[in-house]
């Protein structure tokens, strides 16, 4: 049982470049997150997606995009990266929005940005 | 801007010595306090989690013990060994929003 599987695991940019994260999860979850990891900030949401065909603003959301493409798939995109964009990106996903409960990781997607 | 602070940053515990990691919250609408576990290069896991209507939850080792009143609680982890040595996260729950502390990296010398 795969879980939630994030790609790429590795990927270095330049400044100014775009790119896409991409977020899949097998387990019927209503519920997928975007959450960006620095050192001493812990885990911040960027994104979220409370069900399919909705997407709402976490609390770091400026420089992202995403798409929920369908139940499954959630994906965070990158328009003109910056330095600051810089970290560890995990996916997560969760039954439902209301009364969250348990939240489903992924295993990262770490990202410089030159 | 609610809150969920962590402490401390680090921690260095002996083998089989007890590590303690404290969380503080802000806002009594949280419902949920959950505690992730971080190991390097893999994502956070659920490990242990506690509402807010009883005072400890324990499961095996890991202990949570809630004080309502002073809106904190903290993780025990007894006869800590060095496969617990990773990041651990406390996280507070409430509708619509889960906020996460910023981490605790913990390091069990064998």
């Known amino acids: 049982n795969a879980g939630v599987t994030q790609t790429p695991k590795f990927q270095v940019l330049k400044t100014g470049q775009s790119m896409t994260l991409q977020c899949a999860q097998d387990?019927?979850?209503?519920?997928m997150y975007w959450y960006r990891q620095d050192p001493g900030m812990g885990l911040r949401l960027i994104y979220y997606s409370a069900s399919e065909g909705t997407t709402d603003k976490g609390e770091v959301p400026n420089g992202y995009n995403v798409s929920r493409l369908n139940k499954r798939e959630f994906s965070l995109r990158l328009e003109s990266a910056a330095p600051s964009q810089t970290s560890v990106y995990f996916c997560?996903?969760?039954?439902?929005?209301?009364?969250?409960?348990?939240?489903?990781f992924g295993e990262g997607s770490r990202l410089t940005v030159l | 801007q609610q809150q969920v602070k962590q402490s401390p940053q680090s921690l260095i515990v002996q083998k089989g010595g007890i590590s303690i990691i404290n969380c503080a919250y802000e806002?009594?609408?949280?419902?949920?306090f959950p505690w992730y576990q971080q190991f390097p290069g893999k994502g956070p896991a659920l490990l242990i989690a506690?509402?807010?209507?009883?005072s400890e939850k324990k499961e095996g080792r890991f202990t949570i013990s809630f004080n309502k009143s002073a809106k904190q609680f903290s993780l025990h982890i007894m006869d800590s060994q060095p496969g617990d040595s990773a990041t651990y996260f406390c996280a507070a729950e409430g509708t619509y929003k889960y906020i996460f502390g910023t981490g605790t990296r913990l390091k069990v010398l064998a």
């Open positions: 506690i509402r807010p209507d009883v």
């Open positions: 806002n009594t609408a949280f419902d949920y």
């Open positions: 387990m019927n979850h209503n519920s």
């Open positions: 997560a996903s969760s039954e439902s929005r209301i009364n969250t409960g348990e939240l489903f």
